[in-house]
């Protein structure tokens, strides 16, 4: 046993994040996280972080008790985290992301570009890599590339010596391409032969039994389920995780596809796209599947205007559209949840209550100038029942809350009572199933949602 959480609780005001949750880690292991939205994976991976302190319960460390209170802390007992979210500084090159934490290798204050540069080269052929090159500037990378150079940069040792023991790796395959996330598994496989433990983190059933050893489910908080990935089924996890059983996990649809329809594309071309010809009618969900590269980001870019449509028609609720643009798509009826929610969907230093509010200030404000901040909150509140929302306060700074609540803002941000299409990118399972129960809660009554898969 190599790491050991037992018993541990964490509550936000009212709303329990972790009631009594346990997981245990051993050398040499690769361990699934898995669970709903909202489950508590965030805050037990924030506890591990040292991002915050537990109410209660024990952590163990090879054996020994540990108190982890700040980052600093983690990464001294020879944690290491890899976010979903790259934290990359494009511009740099791949030697200096490695070394972003770490003092740069100097002479009387002046760096030396070719031990840093060497000392890069070591780190990333640790992991087997060799298509990376150090000065390469990090803005050239692909997605997947640049998730290597993220763990590339976790193997630096601290400055006590101690070399990095336990990888946590949230959602890591979330924009990777199938290539991408075999180059992922294969570094993951050798830190595993390294001895290292890994927890991973991922809604991605067909990866929880490739590469892991063992699973731990976690439901509104709790440890529901600890063992091997070999004694279960992924009927099972997912009968764990959401509490019904695999026949309710896709429930039979609740509307009825209308005849009428909202969208259509008539020989609709962009600079990515060429003769698109889509006809979508109320009601419908359509996916857009294909391999990276093949155009499915670009479709939707054409859909909302952020590519200029150069030939063809875009149609919308019967009436041609011959100047469309992100602000004139809202305006008829169109919504976009981004795939980088964080980054290009939320003001993460606003509240969750300011970013829900944003494409609706109009109609919240005295002749467009004097917002109503109870009407404000009022609507924050009741869009966030709508997408079963949990926070602390809806008050609540977006840069704090998990990442399961920050796609949960940035998508009720979007909801409105007269919206016809609603376009998304990347959506699992679970977010299907609620968009079904969404809708229909918010009495949207000429859905279409187009993603990308």
């Known amino acids: 046993m190599l790491l050991e959480l037992t018993h541990v609780h964490k509550r936000y005001g ?117 298509h990376i090159y150090p000065n390469t500037t990090m803005s050239k990378l692909s997605a997947g590339d640049k998730m290597l150079v993220n763990i590339a940069r976790t193997l630096l040792p601290h400055a006590t ?8 790796m949230d959602e890591p395959t979330a924009s990777l391409s199938a290539s991408e996330c075999e180059r992922l598994f294969t570094v993951i496989r050798r830190l595993k032969s390294q001895g290292c433990a890994v927890l ?18 976690l439901r509104d908080g709790r440890t529901v389920y600890a063992g091997t990935t070999d004694t279960t089924s992924q009927d ?7 509490g019904r059983s695999v026949s309710q996990h896709y429930p039979a649809r609740e ?19 060429l003769n698109l010809n889509v006809t979508i009618q109320a009601g419908e969900i359509v996916g857009i599947a294909g391999l990276v590269g093949a155009g499915r980001s670009e479709v939707l870019r054409l859909v909302l205007g952020v590519d200029r449509l150069e030939r063809g028609h875009i149609i919308f609720n019967g009436k041609k559209l011959s100047t469309l643009n992100p602000q004139t798509a809202w305006t008829y009826g169109l919504a976009y949840i981004p795939e980088e929610r964080r980054s290009q969907g939320l003001i993460l230093g606003r509240s969750i209550s300011d970013n829900v509010s944003l494409p609706h200030l109009r109609p919240m404000s ?24 949990r926070a602390r306060d809806v008050k609540q700074k977006v840069v704090n809350s998990a990442v399961a609540t920050s796609k949960k803002c940035s998508l009720r941000g979007r909801l409105r009572s007269n ?30 949602v187009v993603w990308r898969c």
């Open 366 to 389: 005295k002749l467009g100038v004097w917002l109503n901040p109870s009407l404000e909150r009022q609507r924050a509140q009741i869009l966030g029942e709508h997408v079963r929302l």
């Open 255 to 273: 509307t009825k596809l209308d005849e009428e329809v909202v969208l259509e594309l008539h020989q609709a071309a962009s600079k990515h796209v």
């Open 161 to 168: 010596g101690k070399p990095a023991q336990i990888f946590v």
């Open 14 to 130: 009212a709303t329990v994040a972790l009631d009594s949750a346990s997981l245990t880690l051993n050398a040499g292991s690769v361990h699934a996280l898995v669970g709903e939205n909202g489950a508590g994976k965030s805050t037990l991976i924030k506890l591990l972080a040292g991002i915050v302190e537990a109410d209660d319960g024990q952590v163990m460390l090879a054996g020994s008790p540990i108190n982890i209170t700040s980052p600093d802390q983690a990464f001294a007992h020879g944690l290491r985290f890899i976010h979903q979210e790259l934290q990359v500084v494009p511009a740099l090159s791949v030697a200096e992301n490695i070394f972003l934490h770490q003092p740069y290798p100097n002479q009387f204050g002046r760096v030396r570009w070719r031990q840093l540069n060497r000392a890069a080269a070591d780190v990333l052929a640790e992991l087997g890599i060799t």
């Open 200 to 217: 991973y983190v991922s809604h991605r059933m067909d990866e929880i039994f490739s590469i892991c050893d063992a699973v731990t489910v």
């Open 419 to 448: 919206l016809s299409c609603y376009c998304s990118t990347n959506l699992h399972a679970a977010s299907t199933w609620q968009l079904n129960k969404i809708f229909t809660a918010s009495s949207v009554s000429k859905v279409i």
């Open 236 to 242: 099972e996890l997912i009968q764990l995780m959401t």
